[in-house]
């Protein structure tokens, strides 16, 4: 039940930023739960081995670079799913932080905490 809330929280997350931050678009609601759920595999498969293999860079500048693997997870979501565009590489680091902080909030008050 926690995994649904989550993919609807990011979904509703995805179209509430995309009609605020110029550069981010998204066709449909369904192209918002596609994305969510891209999102959450590459989170889930892809991301570690990419920390992983930036370890260095991220201990160089203190952990600001996991900034710059949150905005390549984006892009990569934005190559897979057809309804969902992302302008470029600062739009997409300004939306991974804009929903990275959304998302903690949110998931802070509507998920159940075990």
């Known amino acids: ?3 649904l809330i989550k993919l609807l ?5 995805v179209v509430i930023i995309s009609r605020f931050l110029p550069g981010v ?10 994305i969510a759920i891209v999102l959450a595999l590459l989170n889930l498969f892809l991301k570690p081995i990419l920390v992983l293999l930036t370890i260095p860079a991220t201990i160089i500048t203190l ?4 900034l710059v693997i949150n905005a390549v997870i ?17 739009t997409a680091l300004f939306f991974s932080i804009i929903l990275s902080i959304s998302q903690s ?8 905490k075990k």
């Open 1 to 3: 039940m926690n995994l």
């Open 25 to 34: 678009e998204v066709t449909s609601y369904k192209s918002a739960f596609i």
């Open 63 to 66: 952990g600001l670079f996991l």
């Open 105 to 112: 909030i949110l998931n802070g008050i509507f998920v159940d």
């Open 9 to 13: 929280i990011t979904t509703v997350l």
């Open 74 to 90: 984006i892009l990569i979501g934005d190559s897979l799913v057809d309804g969902f565009a992302v302008s470029g590489f600062w």
